[in-house]
């Protein structure tokens, strides 16, 4: 069956949005990404404008990182002190970042500079994360080894004035960290028009050493009020958002937010945390392939990423 | 007297010659009026929920002898697309913008036969008849060639026809003569990605070469019912629009969990 989309101005099968929900909420419930940067090309694949696109995904995240965070917090994984420190600084940093993205565009050749930049940190935080979860999963029980190599590192963190104990993730830190790294997240985010999940989540587990489960809940957490705020933005300065379809999408997505929050459970952290790194590497793959190969058509409609 | 009848027989002479231009003339628009209509059965399209494109059939008469081109064209206008380029001779991303006057958001040609066969390419240049000639009057800002406006023109034709807004089919109006007149019939798809608006369709008879005859008649496009109450919505409240959007997420969002935990969907 067909539907009209009246802000997207054209019309789609029901069963492809309902579909590309469903399996990117279920993506969302496991890792706790929003899931943009699979949504969105796809979206423009099926004929959508690109900004239409963007901005009716940000409306769909609502609904399905509303349906994960609420299945995480069932089961305690939700730090909600920590996502509202992470929030302060994305907020912040959003602000800055919007700056930083007219001073590159005045500076010429910004986009070239945005992508390499994106290009080289998912290649990094990709890498990383495999290299580390693959070899803490083959010695479970060496890790007291690698606690005592990042307590220089530790040392510093725990020096810093405003420690305060985040409960849910049983760590001590200074409020300052998840607000200056909230922050650096939402400047990329902001920079790189992208939700930021793949640099919040290896943030949480690497630098706020958060357990895997509970940095899914709190990520979640975290995209659901970004989304709210770039979905009303999206609505009253682009006019961009296409309620029909954003219904049809949510339809999928919190469904499979749910799913993937029961699957998510039956793994180990570890697990989830190989699984993602190889995610992050194939999105830079495929990244690289789009900028190396030449597009089929050379024009696009205007706005967007 | 003399004089008198002189001035009669100037005015006589005046007469015929005005009789003759005249009869002329009558004779010339009497064909062109007898011979070409044009009739689209379809011609107010619209947009509902289910909506899914259309399909145009137009019909008429003309004069036997000659052949058909059918335009289908919104006006004139402007469009600005996203420019695709090399960035250090290696990667492909966004370099700019392209500015495209003059040419139509949706065009699509049907004929009786090639159209380059029935008609010369001047004539087509004064119609604008054939994507070529779209693109001969077309201005495209900023290239800095001939050889550039062609090339970026070809990416723009490839764009619109990747939508189905840009379409030249031949041979696809059929012919059917009865008695002294000869009746025409051809079926379009419409596109549904053609937005609301005022579609020109125009119908040029040919004679060796050249057109002979024209006549036009029009489509209209309007989006109707839920769907115009949302377009306008998104458009005019915005803030109430976005409001509401959010709100019927964060619902869904909620709803989908009670749901599960009820179902008994986690453990």
């Known amino acids: 069956m067909y539907l009209y989309l009246p802000v997207a101005l054209t019309s789609i099968n029901v069963l492809v949005p309902v579909g590309l929900g469903l399996a990117v ?3 969302s419930g496991l890792f706790g990404v929003g899931g943009g940067f699979l949504m969105t090309p796809l979206l423009i694949m099926f004929g959508i404008p690109s900004t239409v696109a963007a901005a009716t995904d940000s409306n769909q995240i609502v609904a399905a990182s509303t349906s994960g965070t ?5 089961v305690g994984n939700v730090d909600f002190k920590m996502g509202l420190y992470l929030l302060a600084g994305g907020f912040v940093g959003g602000l800055l970042g919007v700056q930083g993205i007219k001073v590159l565009k005045a500076m010429g050749n910004a986009d070239f500079v945005i992508k390499m930049t994106y290009v080289l940190m998912l290649g990094i935080v990709g890498t990383y994360m495999f290299i580390e979860s693959v070899s803490s999963m083959r010695k479970n029980k060496t890790q007291e080894v690698k606690e005592e190599r990042q307590s220089a590192a530790g040392r510093f963190l ?4 405003m420690q305060t104990h985040f409960e849910k993730s049983g760590v001590t830190h200074s409020a300052l960290i998840p607000i200056i790294f909230g922050g650096f997240v939402g400047v990329l985010a902001a920079v790189m028009g992208v939700g930021g999940g793949f640099l919040m989540v290896p943030v949480m587990v690497y630098i706020l050493r958060m357990p895997m489960h509970v940095v899914v809940g709190t990520s979640l957490f975290q995209i659901l009020f970004n989304c709210i705020e770039v979905t009303f933005l999206q609505a009253t300065t682009n006019h961009s958002v296409d309620f029909i379809l954003a219904v049809l999408l949510l339809l999928g997505s919190t469904v499979g937010a749910q799913v993937g929050a029961v699957f998510g459970r039956k793994l180990k952290g570890e697990q989830l945390k190989v699984i993602l790194a190889v995610i992050v590497l194939a999105v830079t ?8 190969l030449p597009p089929a058509l050379l024009l696009g409609q205007s706005g967007g990423h | 007297m003399t004089e ?9 002479a005046m007469v015929l010659v005005m009789l003759v231009c005249a009869s002329f003339l009558l004779f010339v628009n009497g064909t062109a009026l007898a011979a070409l209509t044009i009739k689209a059965n379809h011609d107010h399209i619209k947009i509902d929920f289910f909506y899914h494109g259309s399909t145009v059939s137009m019909r008429g008469v003309s004069d036997p002898g000659t052949d058909l081109i059918i335009k289908i064209a919104s006006p004139d206008g402007h469009q600005a697309l996203r420019q695709k380029g090399k960035v250090a001779g290696l990667l492909w991303m966004n370099v700019g913008e392209l500015r495209f006057e003059q040419v139509p958001l949706l065009y699509s040609l049907h004929s009786t036969r090639k159209i380059s066969d029935i008609l010369s390419p001047e004539e087509m240049d004064k119609y604008a008849i054939g994507l ?6 077309a201005e495209i800002q900023p290239v800095s060639s001939e050889a550039e406006k062609t090339k970026w023109y070809g990416e723009f034709v490839k764009f619109k026809e990747s939508s189905n807004l840009y379409a030249e089919t031949s041979g696809d109006i059929s012919l059917n003569t009865n008695g002294g007149e000869q009746n025409y019939y051809v079926l379009s798809q419409w596109p549904y990605q053609a937005p609301p608006g005022d579609y020109i369709v ?4 040919v004679k060796d070469k050249k057109v002979v005859e024209m006549a036009e008649t029009k489509v209209f496009v309007e989006q109707v019912g839920v769907v115009k109450s949302f377009a306008e919505m998104a458009k005019n409240s915005a803030a109430l629009y976005g409001t509401i959007s959010i709100v019927a997420a964060l619902a869904a969002g909620f709803g989908v969990g009670l749901i599960f935990r009820k179902g008994g969907g986690a453990h």
């Not at chain 1, 609420?70 to 069932?74: D, Q």
Request: aromatic fraction near 10%; hydrophobic fraction near 40%.
């Open chain 1, 25 to 27: 909420g279920l993506l």
């Open chain 1, 70 to 74: 609420y299945a995480h917090w069932k």
């Open chain 1, 158 to 161: 725990s020096s810093l004035p």
């Open chain 1, 285 to 292: 793959v495929k990244i690289i392939f789009e900028l190396t």
């Open chain 2, 4 to 12: 008198d009848r002189k001035k009669t027989t100037a005015i006589r």
């Open chain 2, 132 to 137: 070529e000639s779209v693109g001969k009057k």
């Open chain 2, 202 to 205: 125009t119908i040029y008879a």
